[in-house]
């Protein structure tokens, strides 16, 4: 299973962007999607979530700044940010939790990351 993530950049406070996460290989299904960001010097966290459903989660910080949302057809995740601040400056990780087929005969569940993209929010 390959995660690649896209869109970051280099945006004006107050900008907007928008994060793409595209999953591929041998996947049966996927679970639930996040997106997750490091910051230098401090621990990945948390920044939204999907179910298979369509249920979301976000950090109190990016609530009713950032929007996720998924297209199951094309295995993609995405990230509206909006009223982008300095402090959202990190490096952005796409998580996919999905079902997929190993190759030897088994369906197996697991996590899977992408290298990361890069969003700076400065003037």
């Known amino acids: 299973v390959q995660v690649v993530e896209s869109g970051g950049d280099l945006v004006q406070p107050g900008g907007s962007l928008r994060l793409s996460c595209a999953a591929s290989?041998?996947?049966?299904?996927?679970?639930?999607m996040g997106w997750y960001r490091q910051a230098p010097g401090k621990q990945r966290e948390l920044v939204a979530a999907?179910?298979?459903?369509?249920?979301?989660n976000y950090a109190d910080s990016v609530k009713g700044r950032f929007t996720i949302f998924r297209d199951n057809a094309k295995n993609t995740l995405y990230l509206q940010m909006n009223s982008l601040k300095p402090e959202d400056t990190a490096v952005y990780y796409c998580?996919?939790?999905?079902?997929?087929?190993?190759?030897?005969?088994?369906?197996?569940?697991?996590?899977?990351w992408g290298q990361g993209t890069q969003v700076t929010v400065s003037s």
């Open positions: 998580n996919v939790n999905c079902r997929y087929y190993d190759g030897r005969g088994h369906y197996m569940t697991g996590d899977f």
């Open positions: 999907i179910t298979s459903g369509g249920r979301t």
């Open positions: 290989g041998s996947i049966f299904s996927i679970n639930a």
